[in-house]
């Protein structure tokens, strides 16, 4: 069992700054890439970017130049970066992961934190 743990989000002003943090922890062989996702109300949940183990990075249009998604492979820990906030950034995030359960496996497994709520409002 994988558990993804979400931390940083809270309120903040738009133009504001938040960092998100996911840790993850458990019995596992391997943490492959891993993700930040969100939800608006209302709305379908939405990439917001993702990392691979080797650091190569992809993220929605709507977020680039703002949000920076970065890890730390020896504490199994995915950091978002948030600058310049705007309210249609207000959602629960979510972290996502994939992850090798046993070295013996071809499978790879995907997890879910159960989000953060991130909220912009004056």
């Known amino acids: 069992q994988v558990q993804l743990e979400e931390s940083g989000g809270g309120l903040v002003q738009p133009g504001g700054s938040l960092r998100l943090s996911c840790a993850a922890s458990g019995e596992f062989f391997r943490i492959d890439t891993m993700g930040w996702y969100r939800q608006a109300p209302g709305k379908q949940r939405e990439l917001v970017a993702t990392?691979?183990?080797?650091?190569?990075?992809k993220s929605a249009d709507d977020v680039k130049g703002r949000f920076t998604i970065s890890r730390d492979n020896a504490k199994n820990t995915v950091y978002l970066q948030m600058n310049s906030l705007n309210p249609e950034d207000t959602a629960v995030y979510y972290c996502?992961?994939?992850?090798?359960?046993?070295?013996?496996?071809?499978?790879?497994?995907?997890?879910w934190g159960r989000g953060t709520q991130v909220t912009v409002s004056s």
């Open positions: 990392i691979t183990t080797g650091g190569s990075t």
């Open positions: 996502n992961a994939d992850a090798k359960r046993y070295r013996s496996d071809w499978i790879i497994n995907n997890y």
